[in-house]
T-cell receptor, first 114, second 114 residues
Framework: AQSVSQHNHHVILSEAASLELGCNYSYGGTVNLFWYVQYPGQHLQLLLKYFSGDPLVKGIKGFEAEFIKSKFSFNLRKPSVQWSDTAEYFCAVNARGGYQKVTFGTGTKLQVIP | DAGVIQSPRHEVTEMGQEVTLRCKPISGHNSLFWYRQTMMRGLELLIYFNNNVPIDDSGMPEDRFSAKMPNASFSTLKIQPSEPRDSAVYFC????????????FGPGTRLTVT
């Protein structure tokens, strides 16, 4: 069964700082990878996803993530964060094929200080 | 589109009582998911349905939990009897075609069992 680890539970950054949130998954086969975000008072929503092709994926609001197969990682990055990026970020993995469920990590709370 | 609708938004109940959470997925979506979010375990999939049929219920904690989807526009998650350790936020999500398609989450039901 697949699993996901997010090592940073709470991150605090100042505006304009660069962001990198770690995500590692465990699964021996081919996977699809996702980052979801939950802004304060809003629903969880998809930020970006990787299915195949270019391992550098760009999402909404200037976020990007890079799939490094050899490291089983899918870290989320943003060169310059804004106060409005304050949210909880969830990495998720889905093993390809059939009705494979999506497994979420425990989430990272990002707080951006103005 | 109204999005995924969940009710109630908050539920406070006493240990031993039955609790029923409700979800209306987005019209046209054929997959529905129930998740539980806690500080300790993050976002856990409890069960997911495809075309009203339960596909993966391996995350249902124990026999006290049951879920039904009698038609394409309605699902329930029932806990009977409830226990304090069931206190969590319960999310419902739907997607057009099932994993790995994007999941659209509802606002969640915050359950407190005293």
């Amino acid at each position: 069964a697949q699993s996901v680890s997010q090592h940073n539970h709470h991150v605090i950054l100042s505006e304009a700082a660069s962001l990198e949130l770690g995500c590692n998954y465990s699964y021996g086969g081919t996977v699809n990878l996702f980052w979801y975000v939950q802004y304060p008072g809003q629903h969880l929503q998809l930020l970006l996803k990787y299915f195949s092709g270019d391992p550098l994926v760009k999402g909404i609001k200037g976020f990007e993530a890079e799939f490094i197969k050899s490291k089983f990682s899918f870290n989320l990055r943003k060169p310059s964060v804004q106060w409005s990026d304050t949210a909880e970020y969830f990495c998720a993995v889905n093993a390809r094929g059939g009705y494979q469920k999506v497994t979420f990590g425990t989430g990272t709370k990002l707080q951006v200080i103005p | 589109d109204a999005g995924v609708i969940q009710s109630p938004r908050h539920e406070v109940t006493e240990m031993g009582q039955e609790v029923t959470l409700r979800c209306k997925p987005i019209s046209g979506h054929n997959s529905l998911f129930w998740y539980r979010q806690t500080m300790m375990r993050g976002l856990e999939l409890l069960i997911y349905f495809n075309n009203n049929v339960p596909i993966d219920d391996s995350g249902m904690p124990e026999d006290r939990f049951s879920a039904k989807m009698p038609n394409a526009s309605f699902s329930t998650l029932k806990i009977q009897p409830s226990e304090p350790r069931d206190s969590a936020v319960y999310f419902c999500a739907s997607s057009r075609t099932g994993p790995p398609d994007e999941q659209y989450f509802g606002p969640g039901t915050r359950l407190t069992v005293t």
